[in-house]
């Protein structure tokens, strides 16, 4: 069964840096595009950035536009969110996701989805 497993989360100071990286099991995923999306208690599960199957497009939230960089490299299987400037407010779960076409940042667009990895930023 196709699988997306996140790691790199942990507890950051604020105005630190994270490196999430999410692998996939099937070499298929090369041709998926992949998205971060985050949830945060209490709220629901929002998009954060995805990024087509060949990498030349990409798109951010507005939240999150300037200090996170998506990334992959499909002979890993792999992709990436590199997170600067991180703010207590970008503490969540993060989760990678990943579907055939690009251009829907919907949750339910999306029919893949890993376990999450969680990120603290302390002030």
């Known amino acids: 069964q196709a699988q997306l497993v996140e790691s790199g989360g942990g507890l950051v100071q604020a105005g630190g840096s994270l490196r999430l990286s999410c692998a996939a099991s099937r070499r298929t995923f090369s041709s998926y595009t992949m998205g971060w999306f985050r949830q945060a208690p209490g709220k629901e599960r929002e998009f954060v950035a995805d990024?087509?199957?060949?990498?030349?497009?990409?798109y951010y939230s507005d939240s999150v536009k300037g200090r996170f960089t998506i990334s992959r490299d499909n002979a890993k299987n792999t992709a990436y969110l590199q997170m600067s400037g991180l703010k207590p407010e970008d503490t969540a779960v993060y989760y990678c996701?990943?579907?055939?076409?690009?251009?829907?940042?919907?949750?339910?667009?999306?029919?893949?989805w890993g376990q999450g990895t969680q990120v603290t930023v302390s002030s």
């Open positions: 996701a990943a579907r055939i076409r690009y251009g829907s940042r919907e949750v339910g667009a999306y029919g893949y």
């Open positions: 990024i087509s199957w060949s990498g030349d497009m990409t």
